[in-house]
């Protein structure tokens, strides 16, 4: 992971903990207040979105203690690998795409960060500026050129 990243789970998990947990918490003492918690729709939705709320903290704070950190100064920009930034053409209909190719728990896509645990990363691993990868996909098989490799 990137220390950018580490740091985006590190805020996401500080906001959880002092800004949702608390709200959650007022949430179900005030539906508590009302009186029968049997008959209680407020009480039930708000004790579910603590247990979402929970689960979310036990989750970031397991991915942070085992996270490791990627030196970005120490990549190569030769081949297509983890953190590089990838400019692709689709050789079918020329279009081009750019992503970063990141781990599993960055991958968000409208940040154009794709894992590498996806078939696109997996057929672009190791590819250089130039070279041509046909990969199977859901639609089938495309074929991509790498048209710019980055850090």
């Given at each position: 992971?990137?220390?950018?990243?580490?740091?985006?789970?590190?805020?996401?998990?500080?906001?959880?903990?002092?800004?949702?947990?608390?709200?959650?918490?007022?949430?179900?003492?005030?539906?508590?207040?009302?009186?029968?918690?049997?008959?209680?729709?407020?009480?039930?939705?708000?004790?579910?979105?603590?247990?979402?709320?929970?689960?979310?903290?036990?989750?970031?704070?397991?991915?942070?203690?085992?996270?490791?950190?990627?030196?970005?100064s120490k990549i190569k920009?030769?081949?297509?690998?983890?953190?590089?930034?990838?400019?692709?053409?689709?050789?079918?209909?020329?279009?081009?795409?750019?992503?970063?190719?990141?781990?599993?728990?960055?991958?968000?896509?409208?940040?154009?960060?794709?894992?590498?645990?996806?078939?696109?990363?997996?057929?672009?691993?190791?590819?250089?500026?130039?070279?041509?990868?046909?990969?199977?996909?859901?639609?089938?098989e495309q074929e991509f050129?790498?048209v710019d490799i980055t850090?």
């Amino acid at each position: 992971m990137t220390k950018e990243g580490q740091q985006k789970k590190l805020d996401e998990l500080n906001h959880l903990e002092n800004v949702e947990r608390p709200r959650i918490i007022q949430q179900i003492a005030e539906a508590r207040d009302k009186g029968d918690l049997s008959e209680n729709a407020e009480y039930d939705a708000a004790k579910e979105e603590q247990g979402m709320i929970e689960s979310k903290i036990a989750e970031l704070k397991s991915m942070l203690a085992n996270v490791r950190i990627i030196d970005e100064s120490k990549i190569k920009s030769d081949s297509v690998q983890l953190l590089t930034t990838v400019t692709i053409r689709n050789t079918k209909n020329q279009q081009q795409m750019t992503y970063t190719i990141v781990s599993e728990n960055e991958a968000n896509l409208k940040e154009h960060k794709l894992s590498i645990t996806t078939p696109v990363a997996k057929g672009l691993l190791g590819k250089k500026k130039g070279e041509k990868a046909v990969i199977k996909l859901p639609v089938g098989e495309q074929e991509f050129e790498v048209v710019d490799i980055t850090v």
